[in-house]
């Protein structure tokens, strides 16, 4: 309790340091027309107040900054100047000497026996930092060569440059102590929900539970650097094959919950190759790559990055595209991408009808509690948009449309939608002429067709692992057999009445349908299967009595 009531007393001082509390609460209600650029007076003096929250977060830490990186993603209910400046945040802090880190360091072994007084006697600062100095050198010697002065620092780990086996390698190292801070700075935004509710005016079907829950999350993933080792080496086996991306390989054997030692890239970040004297044919070539491989993450991976800014993007010399840090990373289920697909298709077909019932479908929404003459007609103006747009960003916000009406957009959308507009702005920066939908709808229509194709309801059901309700697979197989014999009894009655004019069927089209259903029962009724063994032994002994009978 006394930690949390610590962290408090600072969080409380660094938003009065910032003077936020007043100057937050006027510019979150204040409704004014904006502009994209945000331009407008209003936009100006919002901008400054957002310049002060972001080095707040940044000032506060992980949890924070997460938080911030949320909001950057939610312009539905965050004014347009916080999205534009909580973009920015960076995540580089003051480094921690690697002597400090030691408690992270669980690769290296450092035998020396203690009795229990001695693990149990609290330890001077000398003592501590000779333990902390021998878990380091020991962890430096796993290392052929080891730089102890980090290449880069977040506020949830710091990255160094060494070499293993003689290649070199980056090792990525969480900070020490930082799960205890997090749990706390948790608590804390908890505590803080109905503060949140009040000042953003959230909608009924706002759920701020969710938004937190990413957060945690998240913060979860980032804090296990074995779930990052897991994603990379996903990541490495989606792309074996493309020859223009590539992504570093890990070295496992020298992994764990706190360290990640991986391959180090030899490259330039993206973000530099903006302003370098590169040929603009290479820069376009550059944004066709990035496009493309995103595309393939999103809509035929179904697990993409989902923090793709310029810093996480290196150029080869072979001008490949390597991603690089992966500790955030999004993934969309089959149904998901079939409702987005069949969304940006209808965008493409200009059909505001359809697409309309795609975004509906996407937020699992229903038409009876929608405005939905008024939906369509914002629809039809997002269409006119992405369509007959002027050059320069193309994806239009759909959280904000999905906040007007109400309806709860799943978190994995939002959070690609985000990701999808790094890529734009960071492909608009290497080419002013960039158009995303040039590149993805030849993509995106040739993954619509194949996710329409015959064979993909065979395959998901071939991999189906839900539980099978066999009653209901049952029922729902004779309404189905059902079905085609009343179509086929529709056939059969027209033809006789062409004949006789008479509606009377005969013995034998009635034996055919009892031997039709109990074949198929036989076939697809599982633990059934002997309704159907029944049905036919009763066919076959009627059709011999009928024989009998007749001779």
């Known amino acids: 309790m006394l930690g949390k009531t610590k962290r408090y007393l600072e969080v409380a001082r660094v938003l009065l340091k910032y003077n936020l509390i007043p100057e937050l609460y006027r510019d979150l209600r204040t409704n004014y027309i904006s502009?994209?650029?945000?331009?407008?007076?209003?936009?100006?003096?919002?901008?400054?107040?957002?310049?002060?929250?972001?080095?707040?977060?940044?000032?506060?830490?992980?949890?924070?900054?997460?938080?911030?990186?949320?909001?950057?993603?939610?312009?539905?209910?965050?004014?347009?100047?916080?999205?534009?400046?909580?973009?920015?945040?960076?995540?580089?802090?003051?480094?921690?000497?690697?002597?400090?880190?030691?408690?992270?360091?669980?690769?290296?072994?450092?035998?020396?026996?203690?009795?229990?007084?001695?693990?149990?006697?609290?330890?001077?600062?000398?003592?501590?930092?000779?333990?902390r100095e021998r878990k380091a050198k020991a962890f430096i010697e796993i290392f052929d060569s080891f730089d102890s002065e980090p290449i880069a620092c977040g506020s949830i780990a710091q990255v160094y440059k060494g070499v293993m086996e003689g290649k070199p390698v980056?090792?990525?190292?969480?900070?020490?102590?930082?799960?205890?801070?997090?749990?706390?700075?948790?608590?804390?935004?908890?505590?803080?929900?109905?503060?949140?509710?009040?000042?953003?005016?959230?909608?009924?079907?706002?759920?701020?539970?969710?938004?937190?829950?990413?957060?945690?999350?998240?913060?979860?993933?980032?804090?296990?650097?074995?779930?990052?080792?897991?994603?990379?080496?996903?990541?490495?086996?989606?792309?074996?094959n493309v020859k223009n991306v590539s992504v570093p390989r890990i070295y496992s054997d020298y992994c764990s919950a706190n360290v990640l030692t991986m391959e180090y890239i030899h490259g330039?970040?993206?973000?530099?190759?903006?302003?370098?004297?590169?040929?603009?044919?290479?820069?376009?070539?550059?944004?066709?790559?990035?496009?493309?491989?995103?595309?393939?993450?999103?809509?035929?991976?179904?697990?993409?990055?989902?923090?793709?800014?310029?810093?996480?993007?290196?150029?080869?010399?072979?001008?490949?595209?390597?991603?690089?840090?992966?500790?955030?990373?999004?993934?969309?289920d089959e149904e998901l991408q079939k409702h987005m697909l069949e969304f940006y298709y209808a965008i493409n077909n200009r059909d505001a009808e359809e697409a309309t019932q795609g975004f509906l479908k996407i937020g699992g929404a229903d038409a009876r509690e929608v405005d939905i003459?008024?939906?369509?007609?914002?629809?039809?103006?997002?269409?006119?948009?992405?369509?007959?747009?002027?050059?320069?960003?193309?994806?239009?916000?759909?959280?904000?449309?999905?906040?007007?009406?109400?309806?709860?957009?799943?978190?994995?959308?939002?959070?690609?939608?985000?990701?999808?507009?790094?890529?734009?702005?960071?492909?608009?920066?290497?080419?002013?002429?960039?158009?995303?939908?040039?590149?993805?709808?030849?993509?995106?229509?040739?993954?619509y067709?194949?996710?329409?194709?015959?064979?993909?309801?065979?395959?998901?059901i071939e991999f189906s692992t839900e539980p099978v309700d066999e009653k209901a697979e049952l029922r729902a197989a004779i309404r189905e057999v059902a079905d085609k014999m009343e179509e086929m009894g529709d056939k059969f009655l027209y033809l006789k009445q062409e004949e006789s004019r008479k509606t009377v069927f005969s013995k034998e089209f009635y034996l055919a349908v009892l031997l039709f259903i109990s074949a198929y029962i036989l076939l697809n009724g599982g633990t059934f299967s002997w309704v159907g063994l029944a049905g036919i032994g009763a066919s076959v002994l009627i059709a011999l009595v009928a024989i009998i009978r007749k001779e």
């Not at 100047?81 to 408690?103: C, G």
């Not at 980032?222 to 990541?235: G, I, K, P, Q, W």
């Not at 330039?268 to 590169?278: A, E, F, L």
Request: net charge neutral.
């Open 449 to 460: 067709k194949k996710l329409n194709e015959p064979k993909g309801p065979a395959i998901h």
């Open 35 to 131: 502009n994209p650029d945000c331009t407008c007076t209003f936009d100006i003096e919002n901008r400054q107040t957002a310049v002060k929250l972001r080095q707040a977060f940044e000032e506060l830490g992980p949890t924070f900054i997460k938080m911030g990186q949320t909001m950057s993603k939610r312009p539905d209910i965050v004014p347009q100047p916080y999205v534009i400046e909580m973009a920015n945040l960076q995540d580089k802090v003051k480094p921690v000497p690697f002597e400090e880190m030691a408690e992270s360091l669980d690769l290296a072994c450092v035998c020396e026996y203690q009795t229990r007084a001695e693990r149990k006697r609290k330890k001077t600062e000398d003592e501590l930092k000779v333990s």
């Open 170 to 240: 980056a090792v990525k190292i969480l900070r020490p102590n930082l799960i205890d801070i997090i749990n706390i700075d948790l608590s804390i935004l908890d505590d803080f929900k109905p503060v949140m509710r009040k000042i953003l005016r959230l909608g009924s079907n706002f759920d701020i539970d969710a938004l937190l829950l990413e957060i945690r999350e998240m913060l979860t993933r980032e804090v296990d650097l074995r779930t990052e080792a897991v994603n990379m080496r996903r990541f490495e086996d989606n792309f074996k």
């Open 373 to 447: 003459h008024r939906l369509r007609k914002d629809m039809d103006s997002l269409i006119a948009n992405q369509n007959y747009g002027l050059e320069g960003r193309q994806s239009d916000n759909y959280a904000k449309l999905g906040l007007k009406y109400d309806i709860r957009l799943p978190g994995e959308f939002s959070t690609l939608q985000r990701a999808i507009l790094l890529i734009e702005g960071v492909c608009l920066e290497l080419d002013p002429r960039y158009n995303i939908k040039s590149i993805a709808i030849p993509v995106l229509m040739d993954a």
């Open 268 to 332: 330039t970040q993206i973000k530099d190759i903006i302003n370098m004297p590169v040929p603009q044919s290479k820069k376009s070539e550059y944004t066709r790559t990035i496009t493309r491989s995103y595309l393939k993450q999103v809509y035929i991976d179904g697990f993409y990055h989902a923090d793709p800014h310029g810093g996480n993007m290196l150029v080869q010399e072979n001008d490949t595209i390597a991603f690089i840090d992966f500790g955030a990373v999004g993934s969309i």
